[in-house]
Each structure stands twice: as C-alpha cells, then as structure tokens.
C-alpha cells in the first residue's frame, strides 16, 4: 500500500473510532412513569394516577432535579383561590445513594375551581451526589398545603425510577449506600444535551489525535527508510 493510501485508511479508522465513542457513550436514563397516588384529604380518602416524569440538568456540583405532574391528583370542595394551594413532594433515592431529595414549586398562578383535579406545577429541588455511582429517582410523597389544611398522597404502586444518572461525588466517594441512567468511577457526571455533546467531543477528538500522531509516526518512519 502507496503512504497516501496507508495515510488516507488510518484517518478514515480515526474517524470511525471516534464515531464508535461517541455512540457507545453512557447518557441519564428517563422515563415517564404511572403513579398511583392515595391522597389523605381534610374530607377523607381519594386516589388517581398521573404520570410522572423527573428530569436532572447540571448545575455547578450538582444536579437541579424537576419533577413533573401530567395529571392533577386530589381536588378541594371549594375554590382555591390564586396562591391558596403550596404543593411539594419527596423523591426517593436509590442505587449507589438512598434517602430522599425534597422538591418544592410555587403556589397555584390561578384560581383552581371547586371538585376539579388539583394541577401540580414543577417541583424542583438540588441533588448534590455523596456517592459514586448510579443514582436512581422515584417519585416520593407529595404534600399540598391549602386553606390552613394538609393533604398527604403516597404512591401506593411501588412505582419504578423515573430517572437514573450516573454520578460522581466531588469528594471521591464510592459505591455503597448512604443516608441521603453508566458512566465508569472518576468521569464526570453528565446529563442534558449540552454536557453530552462536549464531553463526547472530547472522546472523539482524542481517538483522532491518536490516529493523527500514527500518521506522523509512520510518515517520519517512511522518510527514513527512503534515506
């Protein structure tokens, strides 16, 4: 094989090297998942189902965590009016990390009427990893304070995740549980398409690199021989 033609096939195996990365590369894991709520109201028990779906986006060390309602749960006999109604909920920590994460959200921006399912606006909340390793997120407990009253709704369902992310804790922690969707222990937590699309980049350009300083070797090699 001519040395353009050995040049030409280990830039195009550079490329291609890199396309694999980029391809084979862990990302978050996020699902839409059906909770079934049992709602302990001021007026005694109600239940419904919503879908819930939880998203995480970097932010500084750690991860701002939305949890979205796609169905109203609970209702109230009477008007709530504007700002009445203060909702929040818990999110369920697994894998690597336990405990729970608190969300919270605004109060109701409009009157909601009376026997109507209650809306509940994003909730969000920060997750900074303690741990290293894959952290799941399943909804938890929602609470909705209104009119000087309190209703708890508990999933009854044993939903599963809704998210998973691959996390890494700033201070090295390591696998393991804790009091508190793959990426291999010491690479930077990512999620979103932003931090995706720059840290796969990077892998791409270090497989072209390598390819790169192959083609100058054998180029500089090729010059002695013909000396």
């Given at each position: 094989m001519s040395y353009h033609k050995r040049s030409a096939a280990l830039a195009a195996a550079a490329v291609l090297a890199g396309?694999?990365?980029l391809t084979a590369a862990p990302v978050a894991?996020?699902?839409?998942?059906?909770?079934?709520?049992?709602?302990?109201?001021?007026i005694g028990d109600k239940s419904a189902v919503s879908p819930i779906d939880i998203k995480g986006v970097r932010s500084g060390s750690g991860y701002r965590i939305t949890m979205s309602w796609q169905k109203g749960v609970s209702s109230s006999p009477v008007e709530l009016g504007k700002g009445a109604m203060s909702p929040s909920a818990?999110?369920?920590?697994?894998?690597?990390?336990s405990g729970t994460l608190t969300v919270r959200g605004p109060a109701n921006q409009a009157a909601i009427p009376a026997d109507t399912p209650i809306k509940i606006s994003d909730l969000s909340g920060?997750?900074?990893p303690?741990?290293?390793?894959?952290?799941?997120?399943?909804?938890?407990?929602?609470t909705i304070k209104a009119l000087g009253t309190t209703t708890?709704?508990?999933?009854?369902?044993?939903?599963?995740?809704?998210?998973?992310?691959?996390?890494?804790?700033?201070?090295?922690?390591?696998?393991?549980?804790a009091s508190s969707g793959s990426a291999p222990s010491g690479q930077l937590p990512q999620t979103g398409?932003?931090?995706?699309?720059?840290?796969?980049?990077t892998l791409g350009g270090t497989v072209l690199l390598?390819?790169?300083?192959?083609?100058?070797?054998?180029?500089?090699?090729?010059?002695?021989v013909r000396h």
């Amino acid at each position: 094989m001519s040395y353009h033609k050995r040049s030409a096939a280990l830039a195009a195996a550079a490329v291609l090297a890199g396309s694999a990365v980029l391809t084979a590369a862990p990302v978050a894991r996020a699902d839409v998942v059906d909770v079934n709520y049992q709602c302990k109201t001021p007026i005694g028990d109600k239940s419904a189902v919503s879908p819930i779906d939880i998203k995480g986006v970097r932010s500084g060390s750690g991860y701002r965590i939305t949890m979205s309602w796609q169905k109203g749960v609970s209702s109230s006999p009477v008007e709530l009016g504007k700002g009445a109604m203060s909702p929040s909920a818990t999110i369920v920590l697994g894998g690597a990390d336990s405990g729970t994460l608190t969300v919270r959200g605004p109060a109701n921006q409009a009157a909601i009427p009376a026997d109507t399912p209650i809306k509940i606006s994003d909730l969000s909340g920060t997750y900074t990893p303690r741990k290293t390793g894959k952290v799941t997120f399943t909804a938890g407990v929602l609470t909705i304070k209104a009119l000087g009253t309190t209703t708890t709704c508990t999933p009854a369902n044993r939903p599963s995740p809704s998210l998973t992310l691959d996390v890494t804790a700033a201070g090295g922690g390591t696998s393991g549980s804790a009091s508190s969707g793959s990426a291999p222990s010491g690479q930077l937590p990512q999620t979103g398409p932003e931090d995706s699309v720059v840290a796969l980049g990077t892998l791409g350009g270090t497989v072209l690199l390598a390819g790169a300083a192959g083609v100058l070797w054998l180029t500089r090699r090729n010059q002695a021989v013909r000396h």
